[in-house]
C-alpha cells in the first residue's frame, strides 16, 4: 500500500478535473479512454441490439452471414430469492437470474457492452467474458460502482460457447452469489440446426444454514474457502429444472443444452441419466466436436454443448455424476420427453417374479450357528473377570462411537448438554442415580419435565429405537463411565430386561 | 473556531469534574489511541504495518440532519447549486429538496449520496478532516468485545449478515449501533464511508505496469501481495473504494470526519 499524503492526492485529482482532462487521465483510479474510435468498414456494420433471455432460454439462432455492431445491456442486481423451499439467498446477478442472461453473438461481430450496475447494490461488480481477447476479459474496463454504467467495446475474434462471470475481489464470493453466465459466439458458418435449445448452468453455493435449512441464507467464507458447499444447484436454486419447471421435448425431436460450470470451485461430471451425447462440443469449442459420449467433465469457468435426439418417452435426469452433488446438495434437473413409446428401443418392466437365491434354507441354519456361539462366549466372558473388564472397555470405545452418532448433538460431545433446553450427562444426579431409567430413556424416549441437577428440563427425547440392543447397552455404558461419571456397567441382559417389563 | 473553542471548554469541565481521563474528545467524538495498521495490500518493500498516531474520529456516521445543515451555511453544496466537476447526478438525490429531507432521508439516518468532495468539505467547514484509510481500517480493526476483530464472530456475522443484504431505499438510524472496543459505532452495518485517500486502495507499487490497480484487482491476482486472502470484509472495502471517482455519489456511500489531537492533550500510547 503505497501510503500518500492525501492532499497531494487530492490536490492531483482537482488539477486532473479541473482541467477538464479527466476523460484522459492516466492515473489508474477510473481509468477513462473514451468511445474507441472505429474504423469505417466496422462503422458500416448494421448495428443491432442483443436479445438477452434469462435461464433455460436460450436466444434464437443467429441467421445472418455477416457481422454486425452489436449492443449489449446487462444490469447487475443483488436480488433476495429462493434457493430451496422456505430458504432464501441474496443472489448477485447479471440480469436478476442465476445464471446470468444468455448472450448469443456471431464470430467477428464488434460489441459494444454496457455494465450498469444497480444503484441498490452494495458492491461495486465487473465483467469477465472468457469471449473477450484483452486483459481482464473485459473487466478492467467494466468495474463499476453502485449506481454507475460502464461501457467497453470488444470484438469477438473467437467462436464457441463461453462462461462469463464478475471478477471483483474477493472472486469467490462474488461468483459464489452467482455472478456468471454464458455467452455463445456461433461460428461464421453456423451450427447444425436442433429442435430445441435450453441453457442450464452449474453453481457451487455456500450458506452458514445446513442444507435445506429456512430463512434467509448467509454467506459463509469458511466453507467457501474451504470448497465444502452446501448447495450444489443447476440454474441457481433446488429444483429450478424439475416439475413445472422441467425442460420439455417431444419423441424424435433433437434437443441441445449449453452448459456452464460457474463455480466457483467445482467441475462438474455432467450426465444425463438415460440418454447418451450424439454429439458433444467439448470445452465449448465447436472445432473438434465428439460422439457418443455419457458423461462430459465441465471445468470451473468452462461450458460444453451438447446435441441429442430423444427417441423414447419419459424423465430424463440431469445430475452432476457426483453423486452426491445430486443426491444431497441439489445438482439435479428434468427433461421431460412426451411421445408414443417404442418398446423395441426400451421394453419397459417386462416380468415381475419372485426370487429367494440362496436364502432360503441355508439361512436359518447359520442363524443356529450364530447364536449357539454368541452364548459360549457369553458364559466364557462370565466366568473370566479380566476378560470382563476388558469388555468395559471395549464397550465404552463402541458406545463412544454410538454417542458420537447419535447422542452427542444435543448431549454435545462433553456430556453438558444445553442449560434449560437439553440436560447434562456428565455428573448427572438424574442419569446415575437410575441405571434402568437409563436405559428406559434410551429405549423408550422421555417426554415431559425432569430435574436434573437441580434444574428442570421438559424437551423431548426421541426413542433411540435404531438402535440394537448391544448398541444401547454399549451407549449407556459409555455415557456411566465418561467425563468423571461412576455408574456401573450395563450389559445385553440388562437392556432386555428392561426393554421386557411391562409398562 | 466555535466548535473548537466548544472542544476546549468541555475539556476543561471534564478536567475540573475529575472524570478519571487526561481529556475529552469533542463532542459527538472519540478518542483513538496511538496504534498500528496492517494494509491489506503489501509490496515486498513495504513494512508489515503501519503506526496511527492518536486521533479523534466522529462516533458515528454524519447524518442527513447534520449534512442538511452543512448545505444550508453552504449554498455551493446545495443539490440545485453543486459544480459537476464535484458531484455527480445522483448527489443527494434521496432528498426531496435543496434543503428538504423527505421520507427517504430520515433525520438521523448517515447521509448517502455525497461525494467525497462535499464529504471533504464538510469536515473543513467543522475544522475536521477525513480519516486516512489506515485511520479508518486501524479502528475497524476493533472487534465489539476483543481487540481483534476478526475473532469476533458476533461482529463477523454483523459484517456478512449486512453485506448479504441489497442497500435498502431507506438507510436505517444508526443511533442504536452498538459500539466496538474502542468506542465508535456502526463502522458497519449501515453505510460505506469515504476517507481522505480513498483513490490509493489496491496501489502497490511505482511502474504503472504494477500499479493498476484494476489488474491487480480481478479474479485470482486480485489475491497476490495481499496480507490475508481470507478477509473477504477488507477486500470488499478495498473494491468499493477502488470503483469510485471523487465526484461519484451513491446509495450507500457515507462518511464520518476525523479531527487531529490538539498538541497539548495528546497522550503517549
Sequence with gaps: MKTSPSILTSGLLCAALLSGQWANASEPVGEVEGPVDLPPAILALPVENAVLTAPPHVPPPITRKHSARVVVHLEVREVEARIADGATYTFWTFGGTVPGSFIRIREGDVVEFHLNNHPSSKLPHNIDLHAVTGPGGGATSSFTAPGHSSQFTFKALNPGLFVYHCATAPVPMHVGNGMYGLILVEPAEGLPPVDREYYVMQGDFYTQGRYGEPGLQTFDMVKSIDEHPTYVLFNGSVGALVGDNALTANVGETVRLYFGAGGPNLTSSFHVIGEIFDTVYPEGSFSTPQHNIQTTLIPAGGAAAMDFKVDVPGTFVLVDHSLSRAFNKGALGMLKVSGPSDRVIYSGKEIDAIYLGDQAEAGTEAQKREVEL???????????????????????????????????????????????????????????????????????????????????????????????DEQVADVVTYILNEWGNDGGSVSVDDVRRVKNETN | MISRFRHLLATITLGLMGAGINHAAPTGMVEIPAGEYVPLFTSPVDPASVPVPAFYLDELPVTNAQFLAFVQANPKWRRSNVSPLFADQSYLKHWVGDLELGSLAPSDSPVVHVSWFAARAYAKWLGKRLPTTAEWERVAAAGYTVSNGREDTELNGDIYRWLARPTPNVIPSASEARPNQLGARALFGYVWEWVSDFNTAMVTGESRADSGLERDLFCGSGSVGARDTSDYAAFMRSALRSSLQAHNSTSSLGFRCARDLEPSSATSP
Design chain 1, 374 to 468: 454368541e452364548k459360549k462366549i457369553a458364559a466364557e466372558i462370565k466366568s473370566n473377570p479380566t476378560i470382563a473388564s476388558l469388555t468395559k472397555e471395549v464397550q465404552m470405545e463402541r458406545g463412544k462411537r454410538v454417542y458420537m452418532q447419535v447422542c452427542f448433538a444435543c448431549h454435545l460431545p462433553d456430556g453438558k448438554g444445553l442449560p434449560k433446553v437439553f440436560p447434562p450427562l456428565a455428573q448427572s444426579d438424574y442419569l446415575l442415580t437410575d441405571k434402568d431409567r437409563a436405559i428406559r430413556v434410551v429405549l423408550k424416549g422421555q417426554t415431559g419435565p425432569i430435574t436434573v441437577n437441580g434444574e428442570t428440563y421438559n424437551s423431548a427425547m426421541p426413542a433411540q429405537s435404531q438402535l440394537n
